[in-house]
């Protein structure tokens, strides 16, 4: 049986033992149920699952647990796979030490602007209305909390060194006076009080004075990915758009790979099919709209705006409760916005759905397109160049991922490991209730035969039997 068919099977079980318990499906198994294909995906498979077992209460309940409790365990895990590979990185060389030149004595390591900011991030300013959804602690200035923040700055102050955390020193330089470095380039040097540590320990404390991800940060990106609330605002390139969505065919195949499998060069190439979705997709999120199948295709927008609301309404909330509330009454109003242009009822049910599903589908990718800022590959680019000398470089985001691929396959192992666990459990929570409630009902009407064939014997009306049975 192949493995579209054992999830059918799965799904129809389902399906029929809700009808037992009166439970009845409101959605059909074709665009509702996307994962019904022969993909090994376990995240859209489970979030399916789950969406066949309870209703859109439920999930959106399950979603805003994963975002406001998933969240600090994931950035643990990343944060101790980034110091390994980091670390791994170090040892290759022949000394682990802070070379002299890269000392606060000495003359620094230069690096381009434009070869750490591949997504043009850095092009945006931190305080303007779309800066504030890609930017965490935008106000903070050079004293932020956020490195891309900080990092932003130190570039607007030409000529200007800046110190990050005591451990980094960053002077951003639009012209190279002395001509020997390229113009807009950073020349970074370690702060004094690292010149005897290694680069270990660098390394290390650098990561670990950095926030990865906050609730408002991933809800924005995912947002940006699935509807491009924030690209069409930025009016981002078409070739910008593309190159994200190259990334998120990457992480998806790895998503599919077997635990075992080695990350080879295909993973990293796009079939001519591929290219054209990828292509698709990037027209689709310049627009600001995406095309949803139901019963007939709509469009379907999740306004910048929205996510304004949602990112200030978060910026008061003190308590986790607090937190929760206002993520669910924005998620809420984000998924009423995409049925905007659907007028039915049934096809509405499953739009609202699908948004939320689409929220857990988009998790990973929306996280490593996090890590893919300026904040993480500033560091490794920082190591390749002192490791392997100061001409290296990444191409590109694609490239990046390509030369640290034993990191990211980490990465997202790591990050489908707690989704499924999580989702797991609430699916194999819902499916024993289920099962349970099933087997009440079955009891029950085995029960009701009973009555019904006694009371047939001594001319019990039909009607009342009707009645009886549940029929009437």
């Known amino acids: 049986m192949s493995l579209v ?97 890269v000392k606060s004595t000495g003359s620094g390591i230069s690096i381009e602007v434009k070869k750490i900011d591949f997504l043009d991030m850095l092009k945006t300013d931190p305080t303007s209305v779309g800066g504030k959804l890609l930017y965490d602690d935008t106000a903070g200035g050079l004293n932020s909390s956020d490195f891309n923040t900080f990092l932003y700055n130190v570039i607007q102050d030409d000529g200007n060194q800046h110190v990050w955390h005591n451990i980094l020193q960053f002077k951003f330089e639009s012209l190279d006076p002395m001509g020997v470095n390229a113009n807009s380039s950073l020349t970074i040097k370690a702060h004094p009080s690292y010149d005897s540590k290694t680069l270990i320990d660098l390394n290390q404390d650098f990561i670990n004075s950095i926030k990865l991800f906050n609730t408002t940060g991933v809800v924005n990106k995912i947002m940006d990915l699935i509807y491009g609330s924030v690209s069409f605002s930025l009016n981002k390139s078409r070739k910008q758009l593309e190159m994200e969505g190259k990334i998120n065919a990457i992480v998806d195949k790895m998503i599919e790979a077997n635990a075992n499998e080695t990350i080879s060069n295909d993973y990293f190439e796009f079939s001519n099919d591929e290219v ?121 985001p694609v490239d990046f991922i390509k030369k640290n691929k034993k990191l990211f396959k980490a990465i997202i192992k790591e990050l489908t490991m707690i989704l499924v666990k999580y989702l797991l459990a609430i699916a194999l929570k819902k499916i024993a209730e289920l099962a349970a409630a099933a087997e009440v009902k079955k009891q029950i009407d085995k029960q009701k035969n009973k009555v019904i064939q006694l009371l047939s014997l001594v001319a019990i009306p039909q009607e009342v039997l009707r009645i009886i049975k549940g029929l009437g």
């Not at 799965?10 to 059909?28: D, V």
């Not at 294909?37 to 489970?46: A, P, Q, R, V, Y």
């Not at 490593?368 to 560091?379: A, D, E, H, Y």
Request: charged residues 25%; positive net charge; glycine residues 4%.
């Open 5 to 101: 068919d054992k999830k059918k099977q799965i799904f129809g079980k389902i399906a029929a033992a809700r009808t037992l318990t009166e439970s009845m499906p409101s959605f059909k198994l074709n665009h509702s149920l996307p994962s019904i294909n022969n993909k090994g995906n376990s995240i859209t498979f489970l979030t399916d699952l789950i969406k066949s077992l309870v209703g859109y209460a439920e999930l959106v309940k399950s979603t805003i647990d994963t975002l406001t409790h998933s969240l600090d365990e994931v950035e643990i895990k990343i944060k101790k796979a980034i110091n390994l590979e980091l670390k791994s990185i170090v040892m290759c060389g022949i000394n682990p030490s802070i070379p002299a030149f």
């Open 276 to 396: 054209s979705i990828i292509e698709q997709k990037a027209n689709e999120r310049k627009s600001g709209i995406i095309k949803i199948k139901t019963s007939k295709e709509i469009n379907a927008s999740v306004p910048e705006k929205l996510l304004s609301d949602f990112n200030s309404e978060m910026g008061t909330a003190v308590t986790v409760q607090n937190k929760k509330d206002v993520l669910t009454k924005n998620l809420n109003k984000m998924a009423e916005e995409t049925t905007a242009n659907s007028n039915d009822a049934r096809d509405n049910v499953s739009i609202k759905l699908n948004f939320i599903q689409g929220i857990l589908d988009t998790l990973i990718k929306g996280i490593v397109n996090i890590i893919l800022s300026p904040k993480i590959i500033i560091i490794f680019l920082i190591n390749f160049k002192i490791i392997y000398g100061v001409a290296s470089e990444f191409s590109d």
